[in-house]
C-alpha cells in the first residue's frame, strides 16, 4: 500500500518523496488513517518501525484549517522519556511541517537546560514534546496550559512508567481535558501498558506489529568469551582490525562509560560518552558529531539510548550486558534498521556466561560464540 493511499495531502506526499520515503512500514499504513479519523491508537511496534512519522503526518494533516489557539494554549501535547527523544520527534514535527501551507509551530522542552528560553519561546505553540519533568515545572509556572489539548501522545509508554515516572504522569492526566484523542505507542505489550490503556484510552484501535525472530535476519549477532580485565584491548582490537566506523558501545554506569572512552582516546580511538550527567549541549554535539561520521565511536548508557535513531548504523557493541532481555533486543535494534544490516558484538565475562543464555532463551536465537584467547591482544 503506497502513501498515496493513506490520506495525506498532496504537501506532505511530497515532503515523504523529498525525504526519500518510498514506501510506508506496516505501523504506518494502520496507525495513519485511524489518527485521521480522530480515534484513539494504542500502536505496539518494535523500536525503528517508523512509529514517530506514523503518528506525525496525522496529527499535522489534522492542525491543518485550525484556528490559532489562545496563546501559550497548546493544542498537541507528545510526552517522552528522555531529552534526546524529545529533540528526535520535534525535528520530525518540524520537517513535515515546513511543507504545508498552515503555519504549525513545534518545540521541545525538557530538563538539564535553563528554563527560561523555553518559557519564552512557548508563544503560540501548537506541538509540545516534552519530558514530564520540565512539563510540570513549565505548568506550575504557568508558562503553558494543558487545559485545551485536543490529541495526547504518549511515546515509548513502555519504559515512561519503568523509569519511575508514574506519579509525574498522574498529575499530568489531570492537567488534561476529558475530551481529546489518545495515542499510546510502545515496544512491548505488558501489564503497564495494559494499565494506561485501561485508564486512557476510549474505545482504541489496537494495532500490534508483531516481533517475530525473523526481524533479527538483518542483524548480525556474535558473541566473544573474554575475561573482565581484557575486555578494554578486546573492544580496541575488534575496531581497529575491522575498522569499525560508527560503533555505539553500550555500558552499564556512566562511570563505566566514561572509563571506556577515556580509554579508546588514549588509544587513538576518537570516542566520547554520553549519559544524564552530561550538559544537554555536550550531549547533541556528541550526538551530532557521531551521526555526520566525525566521531568513530560513542559509548551510552541504556537511558540516553533512546534518543539515538541513525539510520544506517553498522555495528553495536556490547561492552557489558544489560539486566532485562528486553534492553538487549533495545541495544541491538539500533542496528538492522531501515532494511540495512548491521552488526552486534557482546563482550562475555565468565560472570555473564548464565545471563547472557537466558538473553538468548528469552530472544529464540542463539548467538555464535567465539573465544578470544586465541586472538593476539598485545599492543591494544
Known sequence: MPF???????ALLKALADQ?????????????????????????????????????????MNLQGKTVPKNRHVNVLVVVPTRELAMQVSEVFITFAS??????????????????????????VNVLVATPGRLLELVESKAVHLSDIETLVLDEADKMLN????????????????????????????????????????????IKIDQKVDTFDLISQLGYFVSEENKGPLLRYLIKHNDMKQVLVFASSVYKADNIADKL????????????????????????KFK???????????LISRGIDIQFLPYVINYELPRSPKDYIHRIGRTGRAESPGEAISLISPEDKQHF????????KWVTMIESETIDLHGF
Open 292 to 302: 555526520s561520521g566525525e566521531l568513530r565511536v560513542l559509548v551510552a548508557t541504556d
Open 99 to 124: 511543507a504545508l501551507p498552515d503555519r504549525v509551530k513545534t518545540l521541545a522542552v525538557f530538563g538539564g537546560v535553563s528554563i527560561n528560553p523555553q518559557m519564552m519561546a512557548l508563544q503560540n
Open 4 to 10: 498515496t493511499s493513506l490520506g495525506l495531502s498532496p
Open 265 to 288: 582516546r588514549k588509544n587513538g580511538i576518537k570516542a566520547t560518552a554520553i549519559h544524564s550527567k552530561k550538559s544537554q549541549g555536550a550531549r547533541t554535539e556528541a550526538l551530532s
Open 20 to 60: 526519500n520515503y518510498t514506501q510506508p512500514y506496516p505501523i504506518q499504513t494502520e496507525v495513519i488513517p485511524a489518527i485521521l479519523k480522530k480515534r484513539d491508537v494504542l500502536g505496539i511496534a518494535k523500536t525503528g518501525s517508523g512509529k514517530t512519522a506514523g503518528y506525525v503526518l496525522p496529527i499535522l
Open 163 to 206: 523509569l519511575g515516572f508514574r506519579e509525574e504522569m498522574s498529575l499530568i492526566f489531570k492537567l488534561l481535558p476529558k475530551k481529546r484523542q489518545n495515542l499510546l505507542f510502545s515496544a512491548t505489550l505488558n501489564d503497564d501498558v495494559t494499565r494506561i490503556n485501561q485508564i486512557l484510552l476510549q474505545n482504541p484501535i489496537v
Open 357 to 364: 543464555r537466558v538473553i538468548q532463551k528469552k530472544m529464540g
